[in-house]
């Protein structure tokens, strides 16, 4: 779409779904948004935007790792953010071989 975000399309069994990336300066993803997921409401199911915004991204190890990070709906009430959370670096590990 232009130098900060890019529309992604993913195909499989029949299906597609699409959404955005936007991407910071540095070209690190900051935010996913699409709109082809359903928030599952005490009423029913809703369509609407989903976005996961990326506060920030560190470097561990000599890697870069998102920061704080989260998922929201963009329903017609406001925002509904449910889930916030951040990676446990000493929880990663890099180049890690396949079980036998």
Same mark, same amino acid.
């Given at each position: 779409?232009?130098? $900060? ?14 959404? $955005? ?25 809703? $369509?609407?935007?989903? $976005? ?49």
């Amino acid at each position: 779409m232009d130098d $900060r975000c890019l529309e992604v399309a993913l195909h499989d069994a029949g299906r597609t779904v699409t959404g $955005r990336l936007f991407v910071d300066e540095r070209g690190a993803p900051f935010d996913f948004s699409t709109t082809d997921r359903f928030a599952d409401l005490p009423g029913g199911l809703v $369509r609407a935007e989903w $976005r996961t915004p990326i506060s920030t991204w560190r470097v561990v190890g000599g890697r870069p790792i998102p920061g704080p990070f989260g998922a929201v709906w963009h329903l017609p009430d406001g925002p509904l953010p449910y889930i916030e959370g951040e990676l446990d670096p000493s929880s990663i590990a890099f180049n890690v071989p396949p079980a036998p």
